[in-house]
């Protein structure tokens, strides 16, 4: 099982940036795809995630309401997104994609599978 995220760098505070990760060694329909965030010296929290079919997405308490993250998945291809806009210097954190085989996960500890991690700094 491999999550690999990529896509995040160094961008100005109201750039943009799409993270990807590619899922590999499971069946990534049947799972919910979510992507966490940790930024230095605190705890990783929930960002956002999205069902099995991707009609329904989950928007952690960091980012609800604001629509300025999106996520989506392509099940062909095995790849969730995360969609970053207008970003903020406190968006700035190691960004990683997880699957849970539950429904609805907004828990880490309701996630089996996790990447590595993707940086994303915003900064001028």
């Known amino acids: 099982v491999q999550l690999q995220a990529s896509g995040g760098g160094l961008v100005q505070p109201g750039g943009s940036l799409t993270l990807s990760c590619a899922a590999s060694g499971f069946n990534m329909n049947t799972y919910t795809m979510g992507w966490f965030r940790q930024a230095p010296g605190k705890e990783r929290k929930f960002v956002a995630a999205?069902?099995?079919?991707?009609?329904?997405?989950?928007?952690g308490d960091s980012v609800k309401g604001q629509g300025r993250f999106t996520i989506s998945r392509d099940n062909a291809k095995s790849t969730v997104y995360l969609q970053m806009i207008s970003l903020k210097p406190e968006d700035t954190a190691v960004y990683y994609c997880?699957?849970?085989?539950?429904?609805?996960?907004?828990?880490?500890?309701?996630?089996?599978?996790w990447g590595q991690g993707t940086q994303v700094t915003v900064s001028s």
């Open positions: 997880a699957a849970s085989s539950t429904y609805r996960s907004t828990a880490m500890d309701e996630y089996d599978y």
């Open positions: 999205t069902s099995w079919t991707g009609r329904r997405t989950y928007g």
